[in-house]
Every structure is written in structure tokens, then in C-alpha cells.
């Protein structure tokens, strides 16, 4: 079983490194000797208890927190390129009444132009082509707060993919999505993980779905406690006393 960081080589692939990270916030220890190594096209799934620091992890890549240690992207034959990172975060509330649609969302966020005045028509063809990438050009005309929790992940994640990323990061994007909806989803995952050479870094609670789509998977409570295959990680000492305990969720 891998214990911390991968040690194999790049070869050809673009590559996300962490090296020795730690997080405090005051006088808590957050975070501490994460070592990780994430190639492009890989999907790594990030399990652990409440409050293991699995959310601190991702803001930390994105820039969003102080942090010690070395936090790396790296491309063949480009030097000092800076990885564009596309998010999804934990389903934000929409109220059932709020008027705004799944095209005033994309204009509010990818336009200048104010989203009452209405989409221009280049504007709706943009939106449509991003929303094409997650197979939901159906839901350009719905209310953001009446979408399914399936439907919100995928909008999101459209939102996410513009620009293209090189690496992509969901929390928790199967919490209030149906069984159906998880399977959905991530079928869409893994194809855009394929078609796009994505690296995706994902948490989950849903260890059902870990042996079909995770590459690795990264047992993490304030430090990594394990690393390795689904099989091995669910299999390991450290899963069992992680969420065997008392109190583990």
C-alpha cells in the first residue's frame, strides 16, 4: 500500500505536487505533513471524518489559506506555469422563488454586462456550449432554485470547466444528489476526466462509488493516514479506526 506521497516518475504528464503542507489557524494544527502527487487524467478522492481538514485542503490549493510547505504545478517542457484550478463547491441554497435562471447565473458570472438587461445572443450561444460539456443544454431557461440537487451539481460544474481547467476540485458534490443522480454524475466526471486530461481532486462521504472511479484514494485526518487503491484504502487499520471509532461520521 502507498503511504503518503506517490513516488513514481512524471514521464510525460502534467503534474500536482503538495509537499510537507501544514495549516494552522491560531494555535490549532489544521493540517501537517501532507505529501501528495496528483497526475493529469487521475481522479482522487478525498475521505476522512468531519473536521480532518479535507475542506482546508482544498482551499489551501486554491490559494485561500496560509500554508507551510510547497504547493507545485508542473507541465513538460513549460516552466513556472500556473495551474488553473476550477471549483465546485459545497451546494450553495437557491430559493424555489428566486427568479434567477441557469442563464442570469453564467451572465452574472462570466459577463460585464448586467444580467436583468438580458443574455446578447453570442452570450446564450456561450452559455449553451458550457452547459453542452455536462450534457444539460436543456436547463439553460430553468430557475436555478427549482434545478435537482443532480441538476445544481452539473450546472456548477459547467460553471467550473470555463476556462477549461487543468485541475478540478468538488466538495462534497454528491451530498443531496439522488442515487441515480450520484451514478450520473459521476459517469460525467470520469468522461470529462478523460476527454480533458483532468486531474479532479473530489470528497466524498460515498465510499460506494470509490472503487469504480477514484484512481487513489486518500484516507485524510489532519494528516494522510493512508494512500492507495479503494480496495486497499477500505480495507486498511487506519479506515477501520477512523470510522469505527466512537464518533467518526
Do not use: W
Amino acid at each position: 500500500m502507498n503511504m503518503g506521497s506517490h513516488t513514481g516518475g512524471c514521464g510525460h504528464s502534467c503534474c500536482l505536487r503538495i509537499q510537507d503542507l501544514g495549516v494552522k489557524i491560531g494555535n490549532d494544527t489544521i493540517l501537517e505533513n501532507i505529501n501528495l502527487h496528483v497526475h493529469c487524467g487521475e481522479m482522487i478522492a478525498l475521505i476522512g471524518p468531519n473536521g480532518a481538514g479535507k475542506s482546508t485542503l482544498f482551499k489551501t490549493i486554491l490559494g485561500h489559506q496560509e500554508h507551510s510547505g510547497v504547493i507545485s504545478f508542473s507541465v513538460p517542457g513549460q516552466r513556472n506555469r500556473k495551474a488553473k484550478i476550477g471549483y465546485v463547491p459545497q451546494s450553495p441554497a437557491f430559493d424555489a422563488g428566486d427568479p434567477i435562471t441557469v442563464a442570469d447565473l453564467f451572465a452574472c458570472c462570466m459577463s460585464k454586462r448586467p444580467a436583468f438587461l438580458g443574455l446578447s445572443k453570442s452570450m446564450r450561444s456561450k452559455v449553451l456550449e458550457c452547459l453542452s460539456r455536462v450534457h444539460s443544454e436543456d436547463l439553460i431557461d430553468k430557475r436555478v432554485g427549482t434545478l435537482s440537487g443532480g441538476e445544481l451539481q452539473r450546472v456548477l460544474l459547467a460553471l467550473a470547466l470555463e476556462p477549461l481547467p487543468n485541475i478540478l476540485i468538488l466538495d462534497e458534490p454528491l451530498s443531496g444528489v439522488d442515487v441515480d443522480g450520484m451514478e450520473l454524475l459521476m459517469d460525467m466526471l470520469d468522461e470529462l476526466r478523460q476527454v480533458y486530461d483532468l486531474s479532479i481532486l473530489i470528497t466524498t462521504h460515498d465510499f460506494s462509488m470509490l472503487h469504480r472511479y477514484a484512481n487513489q484514494v486518500v484516507l485524510l485526518d489532519k494528516c494522510i493516514l493512508c494512500q492507495g487503491t479503494a480496495d486497499e484504502v477500505l480495507k486498511s487499520d487506519a479506515f477501520c479506526s477512523t470510522f469505527h471509532r466512537k464518533g467518526a461520521q
